[in-house]
Structures are given as structure tokens and as C-alpha cells.
């Protein structure tokens, strides 16, 4: 099995690296800087650099996976932004660095896998529930809840152009211990991982363009 994780230096995606090395998967995976790039080389990986903001470095992630097809590819690079309680105005930093990072990055990253798919492979986009708005109860993180909700949006085109080539979904890890989760998170990082790792394989063509959360079951758009 190959896997491609983009956005793995530390977090889910560095866990979802370890664990599909442990389970004797090929894996790429993604870090934009020296230290992250040495931590992925240390646990067994093949590292790329690619920082998704930046267009420069984002458009070369196809030269750099050339020639290979992926079973399974995650992306997982992302950022929370301003921790806002209600309807407080960013700034346009702010504003332009999660929306590059969450949606720009994508809408970059996505055109240049599609000739990297094995037959069947599964393609997952780490979104979140703070993007659902038919589940929405809360206005914290305005800011990220409309990145992950525009990163849906993108996440359903992108299933509706590989249907056939991949089974595409956006998930939500669950509310995990890493840097943003915090440390009062529900979800140690090795179980989120280990349940996407578990509904990545159990995924049928009737679930691309779905919105799911770690462990399968469907999460209103
Ligand atoms: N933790 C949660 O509770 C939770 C809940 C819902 C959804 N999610 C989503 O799950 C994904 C992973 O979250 P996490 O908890 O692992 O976050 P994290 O611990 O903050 O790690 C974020 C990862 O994204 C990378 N990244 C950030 N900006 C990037 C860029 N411009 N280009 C490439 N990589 C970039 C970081 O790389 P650097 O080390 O270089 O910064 C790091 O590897 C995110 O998309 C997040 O929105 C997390």
C-alpha cells in the first residue's frame, strides 16, 4: 500500500504517517520545514517539502510525486486562525492566512493528484464538524468554521471530478489532543488516527463525496 499524507510534521497527520508505517505501508508525506522534513525521514518516510500557502512551493508537489500512484491520500495541513467567542471581525491577515492555508491549499494540492490515484484509491481532506452548518450550535472560530465549510465545498467538486478514480470524503478526526486540539481535548491523537485509518479502508464508491467523522458515521454538511 502507498500512502501520501500532506501536512505530517507533527499532529494527526505525523500520527497517521507512524501508524501506516507500522502497518508496512509505503509512505510520502509533507513538512515544510528542515526539522519536520528530518522527522518524517527518521520515522521511515518519504519527505517532500510543501508549504500549501505558497504557490511556489504547492505547485511543485506534482514533480515531486511524479511517476507514483497513491492508494491513499490524506490532507491534513491546516490551521485555526484567531480563537473569536462571537461575530468578531478578522483581520486580513488572519482571514488570508487560514483561508490560504485551508482552502487555497486544497484547491492546489487536489488538481495535482489526480493522476496519482491507484485504482480505488480513497482520498480524505481533514475538514472538521465546526464546518457544518447543519450541525452548528456555536459561533466560536467563525473564522475556521468557514474555511473547513469552504473546504467541503471543495472537497465535493474534487469527488464529483475523480468519481471513478477515488472515493473522496471530508472528515472530521475528532476533537484530538495535539497542538489546536489543546490538551483538553476528548481524543488522544493515536485513536483518531487509528479510526480514520479504519473508515479509509472500510469506504464503498457509494461514500465518495461524503462528510464523516473518524469513526464512519455521516455528519450533516
Ligand atoms: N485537533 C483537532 O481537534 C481537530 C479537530 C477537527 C479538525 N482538525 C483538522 O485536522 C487537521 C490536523 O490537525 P492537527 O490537530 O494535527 O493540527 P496541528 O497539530 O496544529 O498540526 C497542523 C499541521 O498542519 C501543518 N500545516 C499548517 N499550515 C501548513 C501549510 N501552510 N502548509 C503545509 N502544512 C501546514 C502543520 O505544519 P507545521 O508544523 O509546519 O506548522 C502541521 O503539520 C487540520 O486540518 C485540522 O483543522 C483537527
Request: hydrophobic share 50%.
Given at each position: 500500500m502507498?500512502?501520501?499524507?500532506?501536512?505530517a510534521?507533527?499532529g494527526i497527520?505525523?500520527e497517521l504517517?507512524?501508524?501506516?508505517?507500522a502497518d508496512?505501508?509505503q509512505?510520502s508525506?509533507?513538512a515544510?520545514?528542515d526539522?519536520g522534513?528530518?522527522?518524517?525521514?527518521d520515522?521511515?518516510a518519504?519527505a517532500?517539502?510543501?508549504?500549501?500557502a505558497?504557490?511556489?512551493?504547492?505547485s511543485?508537489?506534482?514533480?515531486?510525486i511524479?511517476g507514483e500512484?497513491f492508494?491513499v491520500?490524506?490532507l491534513s495541513a491546516?490551521?485555526?486562525?484567531?480563537?473569536?467567542d462571537?461575530?468578531?471581525?478578522?483581520s486580513v491577515g488572519d482571514?488570508d492566512?487560514?483561508?490560504?492555508?485551508?482552502?487555497?491549499?486544497?484547491?492546489?494540492?487536489l488538481?495535482q493528484l489526480?493522476?496519482?490515484?491507484?485504482?480505488?484509491?480513497r482520498?480524505?481532506v481533514?475538514?472538521s464538524?465546526?464546518?457544518?452548518m447543519?450541525?452548528?450550535?456555536?459561533a466560536?472560530?467563525?473564522?475556521?468554521?468557514a474555511?473547513?465549510?469552504?473546504?467541503n465545498?471543495?472537497l465535493?467538486?474534487?469527488?464529483i471530478?475523480?468519481?471513478?478514480?477515488?472515493?473522496?470524503?471530508?472528515l472530521h478526526?475528532?476533537?484530538?489532543?495535539t497542538d489546536?486540539?489543546?490538551?483538553?481535548a476528548?481524543?488522544d491523537?493515536a485513536?483518531?488516527?487509528?479510526g480514520i485509518?479504519?473508515?479509509?479502508?472500510?469506504l464503498?464508491p457509494?461514500?465518495?463525496g461524503?462528510?464523516?467523522?473518524?469513526?464512519?458515521?455521516p455528519i450533516?454538511?
Open positions: 502507498k500512502v501520501l499524507v500532506i501536512g510534521s507533527r497527520g505525523f504517517v507512524r501508524q501506516y508505517l508496512g505501508a509512505v508525506a509533507t515544510r520545514d526539522a522534513l528530518d522527522r518524517l525521514r520515522a521511515g518519504t517532500l517539502r510543501l508549504d500549501v505558497d504557490a511556489t512551493s504547492a511543485a508537489l506534482a514533480w515531486q511524479d500512484v492508494d491520500v490524506l491546516g490551521t485555526f486562525g484567531p480563537r473569536s462571537g461575530l468578531d471581525a478578522p482571514f492566512r487560514v483561508m490560504h492555508t485551508n482552502v487555497l491549499g486544497a484547491m492546489r494540492v488538481p489526480a493522476g496519482a490515484l491507484a485504482p480505488g484509491a482520498l480524505a481533514l475538514s464538524r465546526m464546518g457544518s447543519g450541525q452548528r450550535a456555536a466560536s472560530g467563525w473564522l475556521y468554521r474555511s473547513k465549510a469552504a473546504l465545498s471543495v465535493k467538486d474534487a469527488s471530478v475523480l468519481a471513478g478514480k477515488a472515493v473522496c470524503v471530508a478526526p475528532g476533537w484530538v489532543r489546536m486540539g489543546g490538551a483538553g476528548d481524543l491523537v485513536d483518531s488516527a487509528a485509518r479504519r473508515t479509509l479502508a472500510a464503498q457509494a461514500d465518495n461524503g462528510f464523516l467523522n473518524f469513526d464512519g458515521t450533516a454538511w
